[in-house]
T-cell receptor
Framework: AQKVTQAQTEISVVEKEDVTLDCVYE???????LFWYKQPPSGELVFLIR??????QNEISGRYSWNFQKSTSSFNFTITASQVVDSAVYFC???????????????FGSGTQLTVLP | DAGVTQSPTHLIKTRGQQVTLRCSPK?????VSWYQQALGQGPQFIFQ???????QRGNFPDRFSGHQFPNYSSELNVNALLLGDSALYLC????????????FGPGTRLTVT
């Protein structure tokens, strides 16, 4: 069974601070995909990044960066120089491997509420 | 190019009633998945439709059913509504072999009183 754990329920930082959101996953698949989403108060899930299990390179996109470590089954997300507009709930998710007729369903963590104070 | 659309945006129903939610996938997509997100929780997979058939189902009772039409749009039906069915219902789409997880609709907020 797949599982995603986001141990941090709520994080509060002051604007311009860096913040890291933790994500630990469990899967028996050798091929899988990891995701991060942002969910602002409006409710719509905003896709941020998808990473496959064969690509352990860290990625940076503007103020966002992701650290994927297969050895520790972690896929952490860092926001540098946080801004008030970054305030949202952030979800980490895991997708099962591709197979014939695969559903590729997403298993989500419980989310981390990030509040950035001015 | 329209993304994933869902209707209605909000819905209020009474316990015991039935409800139908609708989803139109992104243009070019043929696979639709439904998720339930209760307040304060992450989305939970309900089921997925491809080629007008339910392909996989999450841990949801038979009160939750769905349908996919030839134009790839989909409906989620919930019978005998319970208070616990109050949630945000999200639809996601992709092509049959394409990447998953990138295209979600804005959701339908269902409140059961």
């Amino acid at each position: 069974a797949q599982k995603v754990t986001q141990a941090q329920t709520e994080i509060s930082v002051v604007e311009k601070e860096d913040v890291t959101l933790d994500c630990v996953y469990e899967t028996r698949d050798t091929t899988y995909y990891l995701f991060w989403y942002k969910q602002p108060p409006s409710g719509e899930l905003v896709f941020l990044i998808r990473r496959n299990s064969f690509d352990e390179q860290n990625e940076i996109s503007g103020r966002y960066s992701w650290n994927f470590q297969k050895s520790t089954s972690s896929f952490n997300f860092t926001i540098t120089a946080s801004q008030v507009v970054d305030s949202a709930v952030y979800f980490c998710a895991l997708s099962d491997s591709l197979s014939s007729g695969s559903a590729r369903q997403l298993t989500f963590g419980s989310g981390t509420q990030l509040t950035v104070l001015p | 190019d329209a993304g994933v659309t869902q209707s209605p945006t909000h819905l209020i129903k009474t316990r015991g009633q039935q409800v139908t939610l609708r989803c139109s996938p992104k243009s070019g997509h043929d696979t639709v998945s439904w998720y339930q997100q209760a307040l304060g929780q992450g989305p939970q997979f309900i089921f997925q439709y491809y080629e007008e058939e339910e392909r996989q189902r999450g841990n949801f009772p038979d009160r939750f059913s769905g349908h996919q039409f030839p134009n790839y749009s989909s409906e989620l039906n919930v019978n005998a509504l319970l208070l616990g069915d109050s949630a945000l219902y999200l639809c996601a789409s992709r092509t049959g072999v394409g990447p998953s997880g990138q295209y979600f609709g804005p959701g339908t907020r269902l409140t059961v009183t």
